[in-house]
């Protein structure tokens, strides 16, 4: 479209537009809490004995609970439709995501193809960081983890559990 001194108008700049970009920020604003709240149990259960996968298991499922809640209604304000089935779907979207896409990745990472965890390793021992090893290793993989099951995780309930 043209304006009088034409100059090319984008009309896609739209409210929703707008929407669409706030709602991803408050994503991962509630994102941002949930891997922290996740991080801080999965390592804090990782040092009482647990196994790398029993304390993701566990620091997952907590933050899950609150992760349903925060964006049922701060992220996507949905207070309409069934909160069963709504519950249900997230659920099993989340479950999918933390206990499959999740503890496949850690376990890859840490057991099957270290390669960018051992390049990882490699580039903070340059920075001079060292005797950390075990603590970079575990988090370095929970990290890669994370942002695959967080992409896996919004799409998922945009499209599917609060559309």
């Known amino acids: ?20 970009i706030k709602r991803a920020g408050k994503f991962g604003a509630v994102g941002v809490f949930n891997t922290v709240l996740d991080f801080a149990l999965y390592n804090l259960l990782s040092t009482l004995g647990l196994t790398l996968i029993q ?3 566990i620091s997952t499922t ?6 349903f ?23 099993a979207i989340t479950a ?3 206990y499959v896409l999740q503890n496949g990745a850690i376990h890859i990472l840490t057991e099957v193809w270290t390669l960018p965890i051992d390049i ?9 960081i ?5 603590f970079l290793i ?13 992409s896996w995780n919004y799409v998922m309930y945009k499209k599917v559990v609060f559309r």
Not at 1 to 20: C, F, G, Q, Y
Not at 130 to 134: A, L
């Open 120 to 128: 990882g390793l490699a580039i903070a021992h340059s920075l001079g």
């Open 96 to 98: 999918f995501g933390l």
């Open 138 to 150: 575990k988090n370095g993989a929970k990290a890669a983890a994370t942002l695959l099951s967080l």
């Open 62 to 67: 907590i933050a899950m609970m609150f992760s």
């Open 69 to 91: 809640m925060a964006n049922k209604k701060l992220v996507f304000k949905k207070h309409d439709g069934h909160m069963g089935k709504q519950a249900v779907a997230f659920l």
């Open 55 to 57: 304390a993701n298991i």
């Open 130 to 134: 060292t005797g950390h090893d075990e």
């Open 1 to 20: 479209m043209l304006n009088p001194s034409n100059e090319t108008i984008v009309a896609d700049e739209t409210p929703k537009r707008r929407h669409d």
